[in-house]
Nanobody, 124 residues
């Protein structure tokens, strides 16, 4: 049974930082591209960042480039999202996802497994 468990969310002030982590089990982690998505109240789930299985290639949505960094540790089956210079518009539930693909994708349909999400709230 595949499980993705996110942690690290919370309440932070504008300009602050948070580090999200996702622990994966039940899958051959190193064979999966990993992604982070987010969903704000009343909005559709949107792509945030993705990292290829080997970690050499990453992809970000434009609004987080230069502020967020995705990384992975295949030895520990974890993927992280370091979020700096947070803005109120970053407030959302953040989801970790796994895609059985060798290619990076920002398409939600490419992802096979999802975590339950962790809440990030940025206060102004």
């Amino acid at each position: 049974q595949v499980q993705l468990v996110e942690s690290g969310g919370g309440l932070v002030q504008v300009g602050g930082s948070l580090r999200l982590s996702c622990a994966a089990s039940g899958l051959t982690f190193s064979s999966y591209a990993m992604g982070w998505f987010r969903q704000a109240p009343g909005k559709e789930r949107e792509f945030v960042a993705a990292i290829i299985w080997g970690g050499r290639s990453t992809h970000y949505r434009d609004s987080v480039k230069g502020r967020f960094t995705i990384s992975r540790d295949n030895a520990k089956n974890t993927v992280a999202l370091q979020m700096n210079s947070l803005k109120p518009e970053d407030t959302a539930i953040y989801y970790c996802a796994a895609a059985g693909s060798t290619h990076l994708s920002d398409d939600i349909r490419s992802y096979d497994y999802w975590g339950q999400g962790t809440q990030v709230t940025v206060s102004s």
